[in-house]
């Protein structure tokens, strides 16, 4: 029998992350070969390599270089480079694996279901509701033209049956992301972090994340974010892994210096997984308004504030310890203040299939794929 052809498509920091488990868990099986493609679209050193490394990923197979634009452009450019590199591939691909909700997720399930490829969608189901979010289109159009739904938590699989999903196509399989946060729990829980940060987490800090565009492209969301820090920064000490383009933003509008003249807000350029995860891991709370953080810190039982309307993960909500905020809301400190106690969860019942179990259900519907060739 000819071996299963598999390519995985990845292009930001949390699609590696995503990614790994499940690339090391394939590797295993001698009737699967398995390539990467690396979009490109994070590309520095520490929103990509860093992640390559510590999840000791080899070097992508293809490495499309597509780097920034406006969505348009990086869909289009990637779509464009997928096709070419899907129609030359000798033999054919039988499985194209995309994961998430970004650029190269949404591209890669066009380009794979032109060519009449399957394709799999590893975080299926998942809806903020808030089209205006580039990622829930996304969302929406992966999900609609993928073989292979797989869903890491309750909500998921509700929106796919509403939305008039064939219920064969959609599995439910856990959250991957937690799986990468098991696996590599020794190597997080030892990692040395920077000596800038040891005066601000000798006592209770928080951590800060922020880079979705509803609060860091419009320069007036922007400045409040920066006032919410520096109100913050008055209770405990603040730091703050910052995001490219949050930081190209912040310096553009001048904020960027009136952070860092402030002695109780750390700025640091994005951390690699290790640290930032042992970073929350010793954080009293996190303030952030990214997906995959509201996930990490409900499963460690870590109060968390998203600066958001809306959230597509509301298990993080009902079973973890998150809680949504709008940024206007302008008792910012309070809030969070009384949130920090009652979020405070240290006998979290498991979400379920939040485990390292994630690839290995995976690996039992990607031997269905086996099956049908
Ligand atoms: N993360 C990291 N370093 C940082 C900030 C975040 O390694 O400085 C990790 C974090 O642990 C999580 C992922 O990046 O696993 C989340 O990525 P991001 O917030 O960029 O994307 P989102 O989840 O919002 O799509």
Redesign the pocket.
């Known amino acids: 029998m000819s071996k299963l052809n598999i390519l995985m498509i990845a292009g930001?920091?949390?699609n590696f992350?995503k990614l790994a488990p499940l690339y090391h868990r394939l590797k295993k099986e001698n009737d699967i070969d398995i390539k990467i493609c690396h979009t490109g679209q994070h590309y520095d050193k520490n929103m990509s390599d860093v992640?390559w490394e510590y999840l000791e990923l080899p070097e992508p197979n293809y490495a499309l270089g597509i780097g920034g634009g406006t969505v348009p452009e990086v869909i289009g450019n990637t779509t464009v480079a997928l096709a070419n590199l899907m129609q030359k591939a000798d033999p054919t691909y039988d499985l194209v694996i995309v994961f998430?909700?970004?650029n190269a997720t949404v591209s890669g399930a066009i380009t794979a279901t032109q060519l009449g490829i399957p394709v799999m969608h590893v975080e299926a189901g998942l809806r903020s509701f808030d089209r205006s979010m580039p990622?829930e289109i996304n969302r929406v159009i992966t999900d609609h033209i993928s073989e292979y739904l797989m869903v890491s938590e309750y909500s998921g699989l509700e929106h796919l049956q509403k939305e008039g999903i064939e219920p064969s196509k959609i599995h439910f399989v856990g959250n991957i992301?937690i799986e990468t946060l098991i696996n590599t729990r020794s190597k997080w829980e030892s990692v040395a972090l920077p000596d800038e940060v040891k005066d601000f987490i000798s006592k209770p800090f928080a951590v800060c994340?922020f880079?979705?565009p509803e609060n860091v492209d419009v320069p007036s969301q922007l400045e409040i974010v920066a006032r919410r820090l520096l109100s913050l920064s008055t209770w405990m000490p603040v730091v703050f892994?910052v995001?490219p383009r949050t930081k190209a933003r912040l310096e553009k509008s001048g904020l960027y210096q009136l952070l860092v003249e402030n002695e109780n807000i750390k700025l640091l350029p994005?951390?690699?997984?290790f640290?930032?995860?042992s970073l929350?891991s010793k954080s009293a709370i996190v303030i952030?308004?990214?997906?995959?953080?509201q996930e990490?810190t409900a499963f460690l039982g870590k109060p968390c504030v998203t600066i958001r309307k809306n959230t597509e993960r509301p298990i993080t909500i009902t079973e973890g310890t998150n809680i949504l905020m709008d940024l206007h809301n302008e008792d910012f400190l309070s809030f969070v203040q009384t949130h920090q106690d009652n979020l405070k969860k240290t006998d979290l019942n498991p979400i379920k299939f939040w485990d390292n179990k994630v690839s290995e259900r995976i690996l039992d519907v990607i031997k269905q794929c086996r099956v049908k060739k």
């Open positions: 930001t920091r949390p992350i992640f998430g909700d970004v990622e992301m994340t880079h979705r892994p995001h994005p951390l690699g997984y640290e930032f995860l929350v952030t308004d990214s997906g995959g953080i990490e």
